[in-house]
């Protein structure tokens, strides 16, 4: 397994880089995102995972580990292939795709291009035990539900706006206990504003 290259950029593609390591081009499939960030001419490194077919091998790079070990996750459930999983990626960073197999977010997985409703289910069902938590840092006590929620939205990349607007949208449909004795589950807050996200 080739685990990262690292060289000059000596060209880029809308989907693809050439990384020129000491005079070999390796020719590396990368999302939009990953791409976006490369330069003509300048010295980058890539996580790295090499696909093997009957007929040929394909290089997919990615920004950082954590990318790369979420494509390779995601193709051990069935009917995703490497174009799919890097698809998944190219709309929904690892943490984001994290909270989407874990909360069963249908509607944000079945965003992906290639995947449908049966598919986004099939995902769900085959990695939701695997891709571990995706917000470790939420707990019931300290800051009240709202202020957790909020929090993890924005370390999930959303703006403040659209984080309130979430939480807001939240505090509305779930309503905390008549007796006031309990917090609200936050895990369960967070899913429910992820997916009022997934729906705007």
């Given at each position: 397994m ?33 791409i976006a960030?490369?330069?003509l001419?300048?010295e980058?490194q890539?996580a790295t ?5 009957e007929d ?8 950082n580990?954590?990318e790369?070990d ?7 459930a ?6 799919v999983?890097?698809?998944?990626l190219?709309?929904l960073p690892?943490?984001?795709l ?7 977010d249908h ?11 049966k ?18 840092s939420?707990s019931s ?7 957790q ?8 990349g959303?703006?403040?706006r659209?984080?309130d ?9 779930h309503?905390?206990?008549?007796d006031?004795?309990?917090?609200p ?5 967070l899913?429910?504003a992820l997916r009022t996200?997934?729906?705007?």
């Amino acid at each position: 397994m080739i685990a990262f290259v690292r060289g000059r950029v000596a060209a880029l593609t809308l989907n693809a880089a050439v990384i020129d390591v000491g005079g070999v081009g390796y020719h590396v499939f990368c999302t939009p995102g990953t791409i976006a960030d490369l330069r003509l001419g300048a010295e980058t490194q890539l996580a790295t995972s090499l696909v093997v077919r009957e007929d040929s091998s394909t290089l997919y790079g990615f920004a950082n580990v954590d990318e790369r070990d979420m494509f390779e996750l995601v193709q051990t459930a069935s009917g995703v292939g490497p174009k799919v999983a890097q698809a998944m990626l190219a709309v929904l960073p690892p943490e984001r795709l994290r909270s989407a197999i874990a909360g069963a977010d249908h509607a944000a997985l079945t965003a992906v291009p290639g995947i449908g409703r049966k598919g986004a289910e099939r995902i769900v069902v085959e990695l939701k035990d695997r891709v571990g938590t995706p917000v470790t840092s939420i707990s019931s006590g300290g800051a009240g539900w709202r202020d957790q929620v909020r929090d993890a939205l924005q370390g999930l990349g959303w703006s403040t706006r659209d984080a309130d607007q979430a939480v807001d949208t939240v505090a509305a449909d779930h309503a905390r206990p008549s007796d006031g004795t309990a917090e609200p589950d936050v895990p369960t807050l967070l899913r429910a504003a992820l997916r009022t996200l997934s729906k705007a």
